[in-house]
């Protein structure tokens, strides 16, 4: 059992930044691929971006390629998303996700949810125009 804690959401004016944490419980953290998922009001939830169980590889969902970043510390058992140049469309709720699957199979809409096995609960963005 994985239990995800997300933490580092809030308000942000268009053009800022946010940095994203997920903490994860236990001893087999780096056995795990990590994703982020975003779903915002009345829209399906959606790929941000996941890494592999090194941290060596990453994928990035199109909407944010070139802004956002994630990394992982597999020491502290926390995966991080750095959110630059904000836009009011990347206003969701922020889902942490790991799975024992490949990375690339979460940045795959036909095999996500097979991809993943622990879901947090999410942090809300909320960016401003």
């Known amino acids: 059992q994985v239990v995800l804690v997300e933490s580092g959401g809030g308000l942000v004016q268009a053009g800022g930044s946010l940095r994203l944490s997920c903490a994860a419980s236990?001893?087999?953290?780096?056995?795990?691929?990590m994703g982020w998922f975003r779903q915002a009001p009345g829209k399906e939830r959606e790929f941000v971006a996941a890494?592999?169980?090194?941290?060596?590889?990453?994928i990035y969902g199109d909407s944010v390629k070139g802004r956002f970043t994630i990394s992982r510390d597999n020491a502290k058992n926390t995966v991080y998303l750095q959110m630059n140049s904000l836009k009011p469309e990347d206003t969701a709720v922020y889902y942490c996700?790991?799975?024992?699957?490949?990375?690339?199979?979460?940045?795959?809409?036909?095999?996500?949810?097979?991809?993943?096995?622990?879901w947090g609960k999410g942090t809300l963005v909320t960016v401003s125009s």
């Open positions: 996700a790991a799975g024992r699957g490949t990375y690339q199979a979460m940045g795959d809409p036909a095999t996500y949810d097979s991809a993943v096995d622990y």
């Open positions: 236990g001893r087999t953290f780096s056995s795990y691929a």
């Open positions: 890494i592999s169980r090194s941290g060596h590889s990453t």
